[in-house]
T-cell receptor
Framework: DQQVKQNSPSLSVQEGRISILNCDYTNSMFDYFLWYKKYPAEGPTFLISISSIKDKNEDGRFTVFLNKSAKHLSLHIVPSQPGDSAVYFCAATRMDSSYKLIFGSGTRLLVRP | NAGVMQNPRHLVRRRGQEARLRCSPMKGHSHVYWYRQLPEEGLKFMVYLQKENIIDESGMPKERFSAEFPKEGPSILRIQQVVRGDSAAYFC????????????FGPGTRLTVT
């Protein structure tokens, strides 16, 4: 039972353009959604989060959009930079489940110079 | 401003041996989570601990795996009688607790069972 899904295993984008990473979920009880970035042989790095009561959160080049009716969220990176090349994980959590994170399988982003 | 520390970074064990993985949370954090990442998969929750208490171990395999977070010292994830299927990257994350849901991850321990 995969509650959080990232259906695109990889994405390639030209430097300077927008990167859009997508994530779908099945459990309408999630309270928060988070995006992490991971380089090889390193731990995930927290990027940005959004509460389930919001539909948008922005932090610099990163914006997360939440569509609760569609159970879908997306991460926009504008403009994309070669250093953004990494694996991006979407995660979801609930306050009444100890805030343990449920992760998607990740999307590998390649930003071409 | 030390982040989450994990050691060792790499651990090789023969089948049947024990593996001990250590995690020191960020300064000021008293909540620790352990996750496992198998090759080409996402991270899977294993266990959530606070000092001297296991809060949620719903993701832990029933046998051979145990975790602790003593009053003093790091959190330890212990795997007894390792098998090849235990080969994975094990990540520890810490949070401030309370209403804080954001978790910050360590660099991971890569366990290889030969």
């Amino acid at each position: 039972d995969q509650q959080v899904k990232q259906n695109s295993p990889s994405l390639s984008v030209q430097e300077g353009r927008i990167s859009i990473l997508n994530c779908d979920y099945t459990n309408s009880m999630f309270d928060y959604f988070l995006w992490y970035k991971k380089y090889p042989a390193e731990g995930p790095t927290f990027l940005i989060s959004i509460s389930s009561i919001k539909d948008k959160n922005e932090d610099g080049r990163f914006t997360v959009f939440l569509n609760k009716s569609a159970k879908h969220l997306s991460l926009h990176i504008v403009p994309s930079q070669p250093g953004d090349s990494a694996v991006y994980f979407c995660a979801a959590t609930r306050m009444d489940s100890s805030y343990k994170l449920i992760f998607g399988s990740g999307t590998r982003l390649l930003v071409r110079p | 401003n030390a982040g989450v520390m994990q050691n060792p970074r790499h651990l090789v064990r023969r089948r049947g041996q024990e593996a001990r993985l250590r995690c020191s949370p960020m300064k000021g954090h008293s909540h620790v989570y352990w996750y496992r990442q198998l090759p080409e998969e996402g991270l899977k929750f294993m266990v959530y601990l606070q000092k001297e208490n296991i809060i949620d171990e719903s993701g832990m395999p029933k046998e051979r795996f145990s975790a602790e977070f003593p009053k003093e010292g790091p959190s330890i994830l212990r795997i007894q009688q390792v098998v090849r299927g235990d080969s994975a990257a094990y990540f520890c994350a810490s949070s401030a607790g309370g209403n804080s849901y954001e978790q910050y991850f360590g660099p991971g321990t890569r366990l290889t069972v030969t």
